[in-house]
């Protein structure tokens, strides 16, 4: 089973998630997600005005595919990565921009929505936002113990009967 490359929790998500609401806010987007590479949704914000979104999940996994393929393009073309993408249509604009090397921020909004200021917002969140994962990364795995595997097979036993 693929697991996501990081995880968020606690204080290290708490802060992610203020970081997200704060770009909502002040640049007027619908969404904000922060996904990994893998596809994963680590965090998300939505405006309160906001349609229903689109599921989640999928689009995170069709940002993290796509921006593997995008990768490969740039790597054909002698750079290493493009580190944003942008899709627009009609009325609406699809935003990603990379978060140091392990998640991408993705910003969904319409037409009202200037790009130029997009951009300059999301440059300030991803400096905040890179340390934190970068904290979460350096965190060493936590080890479960056989007395970790007897406790939750007891609960188990208990609950389940």
Known sequence: MIEPSLALYGEAFARVDQHLEELLGVTGVRYCLLVDRKGFVLSHKEALWAPRPPALDSVATLVASNAAATTALANMLGEATFAEQTHQGENGTLYVESVGSDALLTLIFDSSVALGKVKVYARKTIGKLEPILQEVSDLPEPELG????????ALLDDLLG
């Open 146 to 153: 056989a007395d970790f595997s007897q406790g939750a097979a």
